[in-house]
C-alpha cells in the first residue's frame, strides 16, 4: 500500500560484527579445518551474499569431537555443581554484552528482521544461560532424587529458525547437568554458533566441554549414530526426528525430540477483534512463520470471521517486509532458496486445491529469498495447507461455529505442538485449554517464551520438554 | 465334601472393553504350571487353555481402550484414586485365588506366592495414593519474565500398550498396570505368554472395582505376535516393552518411530531378574505423562479494568 507514512531506513549498523572469511570446526577447544578438507559457504538470505566459507564436519570430524567431548566429561561432570553455575553465568553475562553484535550477526545470517532478534532471540539466549546455570549446584533439590548424574555425551541437531537461541536451549541444560555436548548447527546458520565457541573461549570453558560442528544432515546422522553419544536432542522436521527415534531403537541413548507443529489459533465471538489480529499476526508471522509453534491454522468462529478477516488484511497490508537490518522491518527474509521453494510450491498446492489465496500488498526486494505475507480462506480440514506444516509466512483460516468443533479441528492434526485461544470468557479459556492436546496453549497471546515454562509437543511434535525444571530431566540419568 | 468330587474348570478368557471375549481367531494355547524344582515352564501339569490372540483381537482392544480414554482422563483424580484402591480391596477378598495362581504360575510355594499377592495388592493402594498427588509433584506455577500467568500441568498421553513381564507374572503385571491408569492413561496389556492367568483374573477383579470398561484390556497370547500390530498401531501413543527381550524390543521401537509414541525400554537388569519388590518410584507415572503449559497475560489493575 502506498502510504501517505513512508518510513526513512534506519538501519542497524553491521560494523558492529567482524564476520572472518573462513571458519574452522571447533573441537577440543580449537578451531580445526574438517578432515577432508570439505568447506560450505553461508550466504546472507536476504541479499544472497556470501558470508564465509565454514568448515563442514564430517564422519571423521564427529568421531573427533565425540572423542574430545568423552574426555572432557570425566573432569566438567565431578565439578562441583557451584563451580559448573558460574561458567554458565559467565557465559550468560558475555552474550549479554555481545547482544549487539550476536543480534547483527544472527540477522544477517539468518535473514530475520533485526527487531526480532535484538528484542527476543538474544534476550531470550541470556536468559537461558543465566536460568540453568542457577540449577548446576541445585540439581539435589530439583526433584529427580539425590545427587542425579549426567548421561555423558550429549549429540546436539539443533534447526536454522532459531539459531543460538535453539543453541541455548540445547547447551545451557546439558552443561548445568554436568554433560558434554557436540553440537551440530544447521547448514544455512552457522556463523552464531561458531561464534559462541568463541564466548566460551572468552568464558574459560574447559576445552572439550562444547565442540561445535558446522555441516549438513549426513554430520548430523554421524552424530546420533556414534556409539559414543549417550544422549540425542534434536529440534526439526517430524521425517527427520522419526528417522532418529528409529536409529537410536535397541540401544541405551536417550533421546529428546521438538519436531513439527500446525498450531491452531482459535478465536471466538466475543475475542477483542484488534488484540487478537496482533496475536494473530505474532502467531504466523514472527520469524516470517519459520517457528515450529507457529499459529499456522487460524480457527475463527463464523459470526466474527468476515469482520476479523477484514482487520487482518489491513493489519497485514501495513507489514513492512525488506531489509532485515533495517529497525522498522517486521518481515525479514525466507531462510533459504530451498526453504522458500518448499514454500512456494505449498502455496500453491493451496491454490489448486480450491483455497483461496490472499497476499499483503508488498514490493520484494530483487535479490534474496522472499514471501509476502500470505493467508488462505475456503480451506478445509482435508486441505494439504491445513495439514502440513508450511513453516512460512502463510496461514489457512477456517472457521467453526461452536467450542466442540473448534476443539475437534485443533485437535485433528499429527501435530500438537502449540495452540491459542482468544476469548474474554475465563472458564472457556480454561475448558477449551484442557481439551487442546498441545504441548504449549497461549491464551490471549501468542509465541511467548520464557527459560522457566517448559516447552515441547504432543503427538508426532515429538517427546520431551525444553525449559524450566522439566528441561533437566533429558539431561539426567533418570528413570 | 466328597473327595472324588469332580471340580469346575474355569474357562479363562480375555478381557476387552469390560467384557471377556475369546480370541476372534478362535484359538487356545496350553498353560502349564511352573515346577519349583526345576524352574521351567511348560514342564508341569495342565492349568488351563488360555486364549491365543490374534492382531484382530490387538486391534480390538486399542478400538476399546480409545472409547474409554475421553471418561478416564476426564475423571476426577479422587475418583481414579478410589478405584484404583477399590482394585485393591477387591483382590484382598480373593488373594487365595491368586496365591494358588501366581504358586502355580511361578513355582513358588504357597507363602512365597502369598507374599507377592500382598506385595502386589499394596502396590494397588501405593499407585490409588499417587492419582491426586503426581500433578502437583511435577506441575506448577513458573516464574516467567513478564506480566504472565504461566502454569504447567500433566496431562495422560493417551493410550499405551504395555508388554507385561514375561517372569512376574502379577506382581511385575500390577507394577506396569497401575501407574499407567492411575495418571488417566488407556492400557492394552499383553500377559506374561507362559504365565497368563494371573493377568486374565485380574480382568475379573477389574471388572467388578468400578473400573470403567475399556481402561485396562487384557491380552494373552504370543507377545511378539500380539504387539507387533500395537507398536506400528496408529491410535496408540505409548508403548512400555519390559515384556519383550532384547530383540523384540528393537524391532517394536522402531515401529513405534512410525507415530513417535513414547517408549519404555526394557529395564536393564545385571544378570538375574528384575526386582518388583523394590520402591518404584515414579518414573513409571512421569513415563506416560505430557506437560501442558498454558499462559495466559495477568494484566495490571488500571481505571479501566483488566486489559492484555
Not at chain 1, 97 to 102: N, W
Not at chain 2, 96 to 123: C, H, N, P, T, Y
Not at chain 2, 267 to 292: C, I, M, N, Y
Amino acid at each position: 500500500m502506498a502510504s501517505a507514512f513512508e518510513y526513512a531506513p534506519a538501519p542497524e549498523s553491521r560494523s558492529v560484527v567482524d564476520i572472518a572469511p573462513s571458519y574452522g570446526l571447533f573441537i577440543d577447544g580449537e578451531f580445526t579445518e574438517a578432515a577432508d578438507g570439505k568447506v560450505f559457504k553461508t550466504v546472507s538470505p536476504s541479499t544472497e551474499e556470501v558470508l564465509s566459507e565454514v568448515a563442514q564436519a564430517g564422519a571423521a570430524d564427529v568421531d573427533r569431537a565425540v572423542k574430545a567431548a568423552r574426555k572432557a566429561f570425566e573432569k566438567w561432570s565431578a565439578l562441583p555443581g557451584s563451580e559448573r553455575a558460574k561458567y554458565l553465568f559467565r557465559i550468560a553475562r558475555i552474550i549479554q554484552e555481545r547482544s549487539r553484535e550476536l543480534a547483527v550477526l544472527e540477522t544477517l545470517d539468518n535473514g530475520k528482521p533485526i527487531r526480532e532478534t535484538r528484542d527476543a532471540d538474544l534476550p531470550l539466549v541470556a536468559a537461558h544461560f543465566f536460568y540453568y546455570a542457577g540449577w548446576a549446584d541445585k540439581l539435589d533439590h530439583a526433584g529427580y532424587g539425590a545427587n542425579p548424574r549426567p548421561l555423558g555425551v550429549a549429540g546436539q541437531v539443533i534447526p536454522w529458525n532459531f539459531p543460538l537461541l535453539m543453541l541455548a536451549w540445547k547447551i545451557a541444560p546439558a552443561l548445568a547437568t554436568g554433560n558434554t555436548v557436540v553440537l551440530k548447527p544447521a547448514e544455512t546458520t552457522p556463523l552464531s554458533a561458531l561464534f559462541f565457541a568463541d564466548i566460551c573461549r572468552q568464558a574459560g570453558l574447559p576445552k572439550g566441554v562444547v565442540n561445535i560442528l558446522p555441516g549438513y544432515g549426513d554430520a548430523g546422522a554421524a552424530l546420533v549414530a556414534h556409539e559414543d553419544v549417550n544422549k540425542v536432542a534434536f529440534t526439526g522436521s517430524t521425517a527427520v526426528g522419526k528417522a532418529i527415534a528409529r536409529q537410536v531403537a535397541g540401544t541405551d541413548k536417550r533421546v529428546t525430540l521438538e519436531l513439527g507443529g500446525k498450531g491452531a489459533n482459535i478465536v471466538f465471538d466475543d475475542a477483542p477483534i484488534d488484540q487478537a489480529v496482533e496475536g494473530i499476526v505474532t502467531g504466523i508471522f514472527f520469524n516470517q512463520g519459520q517457528v515450529c509453534c507457529a499459529g499456522s491454522r487460524l480457527l475463527v468462529q463464523e459470526s466474527v470471521q468476515d469482520e476479523l478477516l477484514d482487520s487482518l488484511k489491513r493489519r497485514l497490508s501495513t507489514l513492512r517486509l525488506g531489509d532485515p537490518l533495517d529497525k522498522n522491518t517486521d518481515i525479514g527474509a525466507i531462510n533459504s532458496a530451498e526453504q522458500l521453494a518448499r514454500i512456494t510450491a505449498l502455496a500453491e498446492t493451496g491454490e489448486a486445491e480450491g483455497a483461496e489465496r490472499w497476499s499483503a500488498p508488498c514490493d520484494l526486494p530483487s535479490s534474496g529469498y522472499w514471501f509476502a505475507p500470505t493467508l488462505f480462506t475456503n480451506v478445509t480440514q482435508a486441505h494439504t495447507i491445513a495439514r502440513d506444516e508450511i513453516f512460512g509466512p502463510v496461514l489457512s483460516v477456517l472457521s467453526f461455529r461452536t467450542p466442540d468443533e473448534a476443539v475437534a479441528k485443533a485437535n485433528n492434526s499429527q501435530y500438537g505442538l502449540s495452540a491459542g485461544i482468544w476469548t474474554e470468557k475465563g472458564s472457556r479459556i480454561l475448558a477449551v485449554a484442557n481439551k487442546l492436546r498441545a504441548g504449549v496453549v497461549w491464551a490471549n497471546t501468542f509465541n511467548k517464551f520464557d527459560p522457566t515454562s517448559p516447552f515441547g509437543g504432543y503427538k508426532e511434535s515429538g517427546f520431551g520438554r525444553e525449559g524450566g525444571r522439566h528441561g533437566l530431566e533429558a539431561y539426567l540419568d533418570v528413570r | 465334601m466328597s473327595d472324588n468330587r469332580l471340580s469346575v474348570f474355569k474357562t479363562y478368557k480375555l478381557y476387552v472393553g469390560g467384557k471377556f471375549p475369546r480370541s476372534e481367531s478362535g484359538r487356545v494355547y496350553e498353560v502349564t504350571a511352573k515346577k519349583s524344582a526345576t524352574g521351567e515352564a511348560g514342564t508341569g501339569k495342565w492349568l488351563a487353555n488360555a486364549p491365543q490372540s490374534s492382531r484382530k483381537d490387538a486391534r480390538d482392544a486399542v478400538v476399546a481402550a480409545r472409547k474409554a480414554f475421553g471418561g478416564w482422563s476426564g475423571a476426577t483424580a479422587y475418583n481414579r484414586g478410589q478405584v484404583l484402591y477399590r482394585v485393591a480391596e477387591m483382590l484382598e477378598g480373593r488373594k487365595e485365588q491368586f496365591v494358588r495362581e501366581v504358586a502355580d504360575a511361578e513355582g513358588l510355594s504357597k507363602s512365597k506366592a502369598a507374599a507377592v499377592v500382598d506385595a502386589a495388592i499394596d502396590r494397588w493402594v501405593w499407585y490409588a495414593g499417587w492419582t491426586d498427588k503426581i500433578g502437583q509433584v511435577v506441575g506448577g506455577a513458573n516464574p516467567v519474565a513478564g506480566p504472565f500467568f504461566n502454569l504447567s500441568t500433566p496431562e495422560p498421553t493417551g493410550v499405551v500398550t504395555v508388554l507385561a513381564p514375561q517372569e512376574s507374572s502379577f506382581l511385575g503385571l500390577v507394577s506396569v498396570i497401575a501407574p499407567v491408569i492411575a495418571t488417566g492413561n488407556t492400557a492394552v496389556v499383553v500377559a506374561s505368554a507362559d504365565s497368563p492367568l494371573p493377568a486374565l483374573s485380574l480382568g475379573e477383579v477389574l471388572a467388578t472395582s468400578d473400573l470403567p470398561g475399556g481402561v485396562v484390556n487384557i491380552l494373552s497370547g504370543n507377545t511378539a505376535e500380539i504387539a507387533a500390530p500395537l507398536a506400528s498401531h496408529q491410535d496408540v501413543n505409548a508403548i512400555d516393552l519390559t515384556g519383550a527381550d532384547a530383540a523384540l524390543a528393537k524391532e517394536l521401537e522402531i515401529a513405534a518411530a512410525d507415530n513417535l509414541k513414547r517408549v519404555v525400554r526394557p529395564q536393564p537388569v545385571d544378570g538375574g531378574s528384575v526386582d518388583w519388590t523394590a520402591d518404584p518410584g515414579t518414573h513409571r507415572l512421569t513415563a506416560f505423562l505430557e506437560t501442558k503449559t498454558v499462559w495466559h497475560p495477568t494484566g495490571a489493575l488500571g481505571a479501566s479494568g483488566s486489559s492484555y
